[in-house]
């Protein structure tokens, strides 16, 4: 019914050609900047459009940021790169008393438009809500809620949208270095997440491309001026303040970051390698530690080659995740020797040790005591002679 409701409006303001221009110059469209949230999907905030008919008392919301946990499968979906996010329009008191309930702050800027460019962009917006294009398969940097609203102005807009000029593209930030901005405070999420995405996001990002991120665009949105009746105007006015909520700074301990409690797991585990010599426990010992690395090497090779998820893909985390770390479990669990296997996993991990700062690819320091953990455990099992923790009964 609301869909149905919008599009009558569309065709109210759009059909009728001598009163047309008229109703259009009565419409305000905004651009709506929401903080970040505290949840994962939510850290980066948020964008939608608010467009408001006068004349026929509406005030909505255009929100391409829809999703449903309840979705059949969301989980694989989610890992495979096929969740369908989707329009959803809202009235504007509504989606005000969402964020209010979140405490998350939130601006709107109006755009200035001219009454054709107001004209295209609601046909164009009419035209996402159609069955065969209100939903869209999500991508974190390119197809987003932010990028959404980016490709509908630049459409609308023409050849009048001017992007401030890049003078020095070799300082340019990566997608990477953007994300970071969100993450603070939040150590262990931004470990999870620089574990996941691959090379592709250590890629420079221009001014245009950085517009994934709702505040990002809110900020080169608010840059950028356009050609309108021959002169030179801003894209959009001053913010206006709709909700203020003053984020508290976020400290990230470092007792308890990923860094500390890994080099710490790494010091426990020297001692547990020099002091414990037998067998027995020594595989009971490996055979949880393998396990683990076992379900994080199985989701690289995953990730790299079985999603849709351009990000995750090009994970060069592979080369110490690698998926002979769990045909060394299944040594472990046959109690098989094979030492060749964990001679392997042992030099990749040195390997990647090695290259790390040549790679194309930005890790975060909490991997390095777990590579060097994962050799450590693998040498003892690898055989060499000149290795004193190699055990006993493999010399």
Known sequence: MRKLTIALMVFLILGNGNNASAKVQDVDIYLLT??????????????????????????????????????????WKF???????????????????????????????????????????LILISDNLQPENIKY??????????????????????????????????ILPTFRDLIYVYQRGYPWMKFGIDLLLGAPVDRKASIRDRMFLP???????????????????????NPETILEFSQPPLKEGFFTSPLFVFCMILIIAVIVSGVIRQKKPNRIIDIFIFSIYSVFAIMMVFFNFFTEHQQL??????????????????????????????????????????IAAALPQKFNNAMFPLTVLLI?????RAGYKWNPFTLPDLT
Request: aromatic share 14%.
């Open 215 to 237: 505040i990002e665009l809110q900020k080169v949105l608010s840059s950028i001026h356009i050609r309108q009746d021959a002169k030179m105007i801003p894209l959009l006015q």
């Open 79 to 121: 890992a495979k790169g096929r969740l369908q996010y989707m329009l959803g329009v809202y009235p504007y008191a509504s989606f005000v008393r969402e964020y209010e309930a979140e405490k998350r702050w939130m601006i709107s800027q109006k755009i200035n438009l001219s009454n054709a460019e107001k004209q295209e962009l």
């Open 137 to 170: 398969r999500y991508d974190f940097l390119y197809d987003n809620c932010s990028t959404r609203i980016r490709d509908l102005l630049e459409k609308a807009l023409g050849d009048g949208i001017f992007y401030p000029e890049e003078t020095n593209k070799r």
């Open 34 to 75: 929401c903080g970040p949230g505290t949840e994962l999907y939510s850290i980066y905030g948020h964008s939608a459009l608010r467009i408001v008919f006068p004349d026929m008392n509406s005030d909505l919301v255009y929100n391409w940021g829809v999703f449903y946990f309840a979705t059949p499968n969301f989980a």
């Open 376 to 380: 450590l455990r693998s040498s003892l």
């Open 313 to 354: 893909r090009w994970n060069l985390n592979m080369i110490w995740l690698n998926p002979l770390i769990p045909v060394c479990l299944i040594l472990l669990i046959l109690n098989a020797g094979r030492t060749r296997w964990y001679r392997l996993v042992f030099w990749l991990g040195v390997f990647f040790l090695l």
